[in-house]
């Protein structure tokens, strides 16, 4: 549970609880019950406990009070008793709540808003000596004992006074000393950060993943910019004090895996997957059309030219990205219900719109110094490496600001090391460490320009020891692909083409998508797409085009566009899967199934054109796409169906000359 200190002001605690046709004997019950709970709480460890202590001592002599009120069930309570109970209740909640959040939540955070808290004990101590001072003792005829106990706890109420520990006060001025000399970029003395978070109770890498998630946690509590701001530098803190006092930690096999693979037990709601990666956004951005996706999956689109969108494939007014908050807080608070990481949560520029804090991005930098001059220390062990390689991998998935520092620091050629290691766990983090680096654009061009680094992947990619090693790198392949000149370079690699598409055929679900994706960009490059068809795209597509429709009819609509007589000879046995998507496609398939038709029957010939047109019902499915497809759909439908009937006519010396006639040309040129 994250602490929000905007929740401790009684006005802002007073939830509707008590229901008014409760007996008074039932609300004491109640009483009883909320101040046993507060009783069997711990005070506070590690901060505030004098506070926290003194506040649950006396919801312990409470609890005799109560319990001596329903002894005797005749009792009658006057107006004024009833109403101190229900406004004892609420205090005792409030008690209760604020104990919990303070116990469960952030200790960094706790230990910044130490005054602040103290003195909501103080408020809520005072609260209780209030209602104690006019709470009618000789109306419900207490014996003298009971009495005598009334009074000590109001006298112990009123003489409480705000206390604000002066040895946490010292621990918050060391954290700001730290944050502010971190700011000026000077390393924190390790003796003095030890001592900090041995005073947190903040001692193994456990504890401190904890404290990180609690943070990353408060930061979606936080209304206004500066505290978020705030928030961030703790996590950059803590992450950096993780490393440098308890080491890297020790990846298990089951959390080697990319987020993705994190969320598969969870059914991710439509409404929150990209259009274009089928995965949960991280940070949804709408374009000119009004269609929302993952703001990094839309930027590899725009970047690899196209100028549409790709939902609609209506071109686009402006290449401009608004972000869509409302979108992004449903997502981060299902992730929070779920128990999923929410990858932005922690980012110092994507959290809710909050700034790049100096202090995290310096932590961050110290953090992948510390990582990367470690790693170039020849590790002793496989799992040694390991630890660090995992950690740099997690380092690189939480923010542009993390990736670009661990790029600087120089970590990409002494990844490649690792990625023919015989350790599958050990290849598979370094692999997914290059992948989340290269979401940057500036590590783009370090990967393509590191010696070695290219060859690495496309070997983890062919050869890997796992599927998700070569998932995860035909991943890289798909976001490298993004910058166009990448792209014309990965395409003239033959072992590339070869090598997703037979992960794409062979692999698991979730390694197929991967590779899938990677084709696609590829295959906005036309001589690219001449050695795919070489390669057996198309044969591939049609095997898929069941499990994977829309994927595999937009790879082939690409290619058959792209790729000549050759690919129109290839997707000859395609027409009527294509026929048959039509039917029973998905929006988005039926539209890529109708471009890749129209593109095949233009360039085919008469024969494709009758192919099509001996299928059943055909005209009538195109009607039907006329009607109720999306605009890109009811325009290529409306031209198929031209195509169609200037067929029928007789009409077709527009048409080009049967397809079998100019293979042989064309496949010389595409060896050539």
């Not at 598969?264 to 709408?286: G, K, N, T, Y």
């Not at 196209?306 to 992730?335: E, S, V, Y």
Request: include cysteine; charged fraction near 25%.
């Amino acid at each position: 549970m994250a602490i929000s200190m905007q929740i401790f002001p009684p006005s802002k605690r007073r939830p509707s609880f008590i229901s008014p046709k409760l007996s008074d004997l039932n609300l004491v019950r109640s009483l009883l019950h909320q101040s046993q709970e507060i009783s069997s709480l711990k005070p506070i460890q590690s901060l505030l406990k004098r506070n926290s202590a003194s506040i649950i001592n006396k919801s312990k002599l409470l609890t005799i009070l109560f319990d001596e009120l329903i002894r005797n069930s005749n009792r009658v309570f006057s107006h004024s008793a009833v109403l101190c109970f229900e406004e004892m209740y609420l205090v005792l909640q409030r008690i209760k709540i604020l104990i919990d959040n303070c116990s469960n939540g952030s200790k960094m955070w706790l230990l910044m808003q130490n005054e602040s808290v103290a003195n909501n004990f103080h408020e809520l101590t005072v609260d209780l000596s209030t209602l104690l001072d006019v709470f009618p003792v000789k109306d419900v005829k207490l014996n003298e004992d009971v009495q005598e106990l009334v009074v000590l706890i109001r006298k112990q109420s009123s003489e409480t006074k705000l206390f604000v520990d002066p040895r946490d006060e010292g621990l918050r001025g060391d954290v700001v000393t730290m944050l502010d000399r971190i700011k000026r970029e000077i390393v924190p003395d390790q003796s003095k950060l030890s001592g900090i978070f041995h005073r947190l109770d903040l001692r193994d890498s456990s504890s401190c993943r904890q404290e990180i998630q609690n943070l990353e946690e408060e930061v979606l509590n936080q209304t206004d910019e500066k505290s978020k701001s705030e928030v961030i530098a703790l996590i950059g803190l803590v992450r950096y004090a993780k490393c440098v006092l308890f080491g890297a930690s020790t990846p298990s096999p089951k959390s080697d895996c990319r987020i993705k693979e994190q969320k598969a037990e969870a059914v991710v709601p439509a409404d929150f997957r990209c259009p274009i990666s089928l995965e949960l956004m991280q940070d949804p951005v709408v374009v000119a059309t009004g269609q929302t996706y993952d703001r990094e999956s839309i930027k590899l689109w725009i970047g690899s030219g196209h100028n549409t969108c790709p939902k609609t494939g209506q071109l686009l007014a402006h290449k401009g990205l608004i972000p869509n908050r409302a979108l992004k807080n449903f997502i981060a608070m299902w992730c929070h219900e779920q128990q999923i990481p929410f990858e932005t949560a922690g980012g110092q520029e994507k959290v809710n719109g909050a700034t790049t804090n100096k202090a995290a991005l310096e932590a961050t930098r110290m953090m992948a110094l510390f990582l990367v001059n470690k790693l170039s220390v020849s590790q002793s062990t496989a799992d040694a490496a390991n630890a660090v390689v995992y950690e740099l991998r997690g380092l690189a998935k939480s923010d542009s600001d993390s990736r670009a520092c661990i790029g600087e620091a120089g970590a990409i050629p002494l990844l490649l090391r690792y990625l023919g290691s015989q350790n599958p766990n050990l290849q598979i983090n370094a692999v997914t460490t290059i992948l989340n680096l290269s979401i940057l654009e500036a590590n783009k061009a370090r990967v393509m320009e590191t010696d070695g680094a290219l060859n690495g992947v496309i070997e983890v990619l062919r050869t890997g020891a796992t599927w998700e090693a070569k998932a995860n790198a035909a991943a890289t392949i798909f976001s490298l692909s993004g910058v166009n000149s990448f792209r014309k370079r990965l395409g003239r690699k033959t072992r590339v083409s070869k090598a997703l598409i037979d992960l794409a055929k062979n692999g698991p679900t979730c390694s197929k998508r991967d590779a899938l994706l990677a084709i696609l960009n590829l295959a906005g490059d036309r001589e690219t797409v001449a050695r795919l068809v070489e390669a057996g795209v198309v044969q591939m597509t049609m095997e898929l085009m069941s499990g994977f429709p829309e994927e595999a009819v937009t790879i082939l609509e690409a290619v058959v566009r792209r790729g000549g007589l050759v690919a129109i000879a290839a997707a000859y046995n395609s027409v009527r899967k294509l026929g048959a998507l039509l039917r029973e496609g998905s929006d988005r398939a039926r539209e890529s199934a109708a471009a890749a038709l129209v593109t095949i029957c233009r360039k085919g010939g008469p024969r494709l054109v009758a192919e099509l047109a001996a299928m059943t019902g055909i005209e009538r499915i195109i009607w039907e796409l006329m009607a109720t497809g999306t605009g890109r759909g009811r325009r290529k439908a409306a031209t198929l169906l031209r195509i169609l009937r200037r067929w029928a006519a007789g009409l077709d010396g527009e048409l080009m000359e049967p397809f079998s006639t100019n293979v042989h040309s064309s496949t010389t040129v595409l060896r050539s």
